[in-house]
């Protein structure tokens, strides 16, 4: 089959690999719907993550089983299923604590962006539908596995409660799916903020109430302003930067919670600052498996459309320029047909 490899920075390739096959009996092999590209990706793809050699890319996935292992009892081929990027056994004690990032058998799913793919630990991993879907659901089904995930646990994590003011920091597609996820959990107000007119629009989309569009000094300004000199009771901190988690931390009220899902790369903390601003703080990869079932029910039902944040579609073939599109920022997060 065709698969996507990323030889190096910048330097992404469609090449022929071998099909994936069952190595231990918990795995399963899936025919994938349709795939895609994550910001995260985009890390060693600008060379700020060392790789070594030709990596098999792609983490996020659903489709339908097509053979399982010997030892797995809860999915069947024939199934459509949606996985976290986080392998997970769903049984251990971090599992168990709705930590399944932490599992202790934890694997990082790879290989995704290809027509199949094996999953390790299927029957913890996957989270099967009753029936079938029908084809517009995929791009929402596909969301779940890690950006709405993601950006849910971001949420989770700053303890979004009911009329709560929030702010995201960060308009990626993990920042937008952040918003979403705040108005389901009833935010009373979410302040997105993005300097980008579409990500805006899609922001207000997704439930944003209000936009500032400074960062920096001048944004952690605009964000006292709004709320009256306090504060955000929650802070979703969704790119990952020393800036952006320094605006974040600014951003939120003393006793409020930030909730961190940017891969940090070169951020720092000073102890006694942190001793005396009395800021909650929850990151880490997300479990997502957690949200999994309650996140595929609400699109199945229609309530929530985070597909949305797919901006644009390539074939597999042309994944180098899916990969260049969002480098460059022309696209928020690209679909890949298989
Ligand atoms: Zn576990």
């Known amino acids: 089959m065709l698969a996507t490899l990323m030889y190096g920075p910048g330097d992404v390739r469609c090449e022929a690999v071998?099909?994936?096959?069952?190595?231990?009996?918990?795995?399963?092999?899936?025919?994938?719907?349709?795939?895609?590209?994550?910001?995260?990706?985009?890390?060693?793809?600008?060379?700020?993550?060392?790789?070594?050699?030709?990596?098999?890319?792609?983490?996020?996935?659903?489709?339908?089983?097509?053979?399982v292992g010997s030892e797995v009892k809860t999915v069947r081929p024939g199934q459509f299923v949606v996985g976290s990027f986080c392998i997970s056994d769903n049984t251990c004690p971090h599992c168990r604590f709705g930590f399944h990032s932490s599992?202790?058998?934890?694997?990082?799913?790879?290989?995704?962006?290809?027509?199949?793919?094996?999953?390790?630990?299927?029957?913890?991993?996957?989270?099967?539908?009753?029936?079938?879907?029908?084809a517009d659901l995929i791009?929402?089904?596909?969301?779940?596995?890690?950006?709405?995930?993601?950006?849910?646990?971001?949420?989770?994590?700053?303890?979004?409660?009911?009329?709560?003011?929030?702010?995201?920091?960060?308009?990626?597609?993990?920042?937008?799916?952040?918003?979403?996820?705040?108005r389901e959990m009833g935010a009373g107000r979410i302040i997105a903020m993005s300097r980008h007119a579409t990500r805006q629009k899609l922001a207000a989309e997704f439930g944003a109430t209000d936009i500032v569009a400074e960062r920096g000094d001048e944004g952690i300004a605009r964000?006292?302003?709004?709320?009256?000199?306090?504060?955000?009771?929650?802070?979703?901190?969704?790119?990952?930067t020393q800036q952006s988690m320094?605006?974040?931390?600014?951003?939120?009220?003393?006793?409020?919670?930030?909730?961190?899902?940017?891969?940090?790369?070169g951020v720092t903390f000073e102890g006694e600052a942190m001793f005396f601003a009395q800021r909650r703080m929850l990151g880490g990869p997300a479990p997502v498996r957690r949200f999994l079932p309650d996140l595929i029910d609400r699109v199945l039902a229609g309530r929530i459309k985070p597909g949305k944040v797919f901006d644009?579609?390539?074939?597999?073939?042309?994944?180098?320029?899916?990969?260049?599109?969002?480098?460059?920022?022309?696209?928020?997060?690209?679909?890949?047909t298989v």
């Open 103 to 134: 599992c202790v058998q934890r694997e990082f799913m790879s290989g995704a962006q290809a027509p199949y793919a094996r999953v390790p630990l299927a029957d913890g991993t996957l989270v099967a539908t009753a029936e079938l879907p029908s």
């Open 246 to 265: 320094t605006q974040a931390i600014a951003c939120s009220r003393p006793g409020g919670s930030i909730g961190y899902v940017g891969v940090p790369h």
């Open 223 to 240: 964000i006292k302003d709004l709320t009256g000199g306090v504060g955000a009771d929650s802070v979703l901190e969704c790119v990952g």
């Open 312 to 336: 644009l579609k390539l074939p597999l073939s042309e994944v180098a320029e899916g990969y260049r599109a969002m480098d460059e920022r022309r696209a928020i997060k690209t679909l890949i």
């Open 139 to 182: 791009p929402h089904l596909l969301a779940t596995s890690d950006v709405l995930g993601t950006g849910w646990y971001a949420a989770d994590a700053a303890n979004v409660r009911a009329g709560a003011t929030v702010v995201v920091v960060g308009d990626g597609a993990v920042g937008l799916m952040g918003v979403l996820a705040a």
């Open 18 to 67: 071998d099909d994936p096959r069952i190595l231990k009996p918990t795995d399963a092999i899936i025919k994938l719907s349709a795939t895609c590209i994550c910001g995260s990706d985009l890390w060693p793809y600008r060379g700020l993550q060392p790789t070594d050699g030709p990596a098999h890319m792609g983490h996020e996935y659903c489709g339908v089983v097509v053979e």
